[in-house]
Structure formats: C-alpha cells, structure tokens
C-alpha cells in the first residue's frame, strides 16, 4: 500500500514539474522568426500601432473643450435655463433656448436629427445632465454637455451675448 502512494505522489508532483516548465528552445526560435533583437526587444517594423482610438465616450465637456465644439456651423446649440436666468447671464452665442423646467422637453428634442450633433447647458449642470441623458436614451448618438453649466463658463470667463 505504500509501495502505491509513494508511486502515486511521485507521478503528481512529477507532472506538476512538467506543466509548471517553459519551453524556452521554442521561444527563442519563435524570436528569430519574428525579428526580435534580444530577449523581450523589438525591431521598428515590429512595433504595432494600437487597434482602439481613446475617445471621450461621457461627452460631458469642461468649458475649453465645449467652447470649441460650438464653433462647429453643424452644432445644435441648446439652452435649457428659464427666461428669467437667460436674463441674468445672457447666453452663448448661436444657442436656441428650450426651458427645460416647462416641460415637453423631449417632444422639442424629436424634432432634431438623431444623427447632428447636439450640445446641451443649463445654469449648473444638473438639467443639461439630465437632458444629455434624455438624448441618449432617445438615439441621438453625438450629445455634449457643459460641464458645470453656464457657471462653469462664466467662471472661465468665456463670452456671452445678452438675450434681446
């Protein structure tokens, strides 16, 4: 019964060892093949460029970035403030105003392109996050959104025009 255990143990930790090594004369053939110079370098025209692109997926967008994009002629400029704040501030250059708070806010956005790009601001950021959302969810596929709202342009001394 030893005899069997001792044969045992000695075949599991045998075929442990084996699975744990590597094959190192395969690797370094594989290395030639592939044009490496050294151990883990590589030549110029090996060197692969990376398959995805980095991109902001969020679209919520700090006042530099959003003050880019709204000098596009094919951006749909939306102000979601009421009249009352408009009159406050004034409000970006080119923006149509749609008051989020009197509701019929997404019978107003279905009469856009789904696929134009549309940016979105309100005072802080809670109502144009929340329209941005709304956007999404309904197919528009290119939605931007003002981070911290017409506050954080404001504080970034971005330019603005009063409303008539």
């Known amino acids: 019964m030893k005899k069997y255990a001792f044969i045992f143990m000695f075949a599991v930790v045998a075929s442990m060892f084996v699975a744990c090594q590597s094959d190192n004369s395969q690797q370094v053939s594989d290395s030639k093949e592939s044009g490496k110079t050294e151990k883990g370098s590589t030549t110029e025209n090996e060197v692969k460029k990376p398959k995805l692109k980095i991109v902001n997926t969020m679209g919520v967008l700090p006042p530099e970035l959003f003050a880019q994009k709204v000098e596009d002629p094919n951006i749909t400029l939306i102000d979601l403030r009421t009249s009352g704040e408009i009159a406050e501030t004034g409000m970006i250059k080119g923006a149509k105003q749609i008051d989020f708070e009197a509701g019929g ?60």
């Open 105 to 164: 806010v997404e019978e107003k956005f279905a009469a856009f392109q789904k696929d134009a790009p549309i940016m979105v601001y309100c005072a802080s950021g809670d109502r144009s996050h929340e329209a941005y959302l709304m956007l999404q969810k309904m197919g528009f596929n290119k939605v931007y959104d003002l981070n911290g709202g017409i506050e954080a342009w404001l504080r970034k001394r971005m330019p603005v025009v009063k409303a008539n």
